[in-house]
């Protein structure tokens, strides 16, 4: 599972592409469906991270 999870800046890679699209002119319908695609993998992958970590602090034994 571990090499599945994105990186933090191709989490963040696709937050900066959604602002590209939605601010582009002329704005379109399309761009504006493939920005709130972006940020749903942009979160997606944020999303990924944060339950690996949680995942894996979970498993380690308490320090002493």
């Known amino acids: 599972m571990a090499n599945k999870i994105p990186k933090a800046w191709m989490s963040g890679s696709f937050f900066v592409w959604a602002v ?9 319908w399309w761009r504006g469906v493939a920005s709130v695609i972006a940020l749903g993998l942009g979160c997606w992958g944020l999303y990924l991270r944060w339950h690996s970590r949680r995942k894996n602090s979970s498993t380690e034994p308490p320090p002493r």
């Open 20 to 28: 590209l699209f939605a601010a582009w002119q002329p704005f379109v």
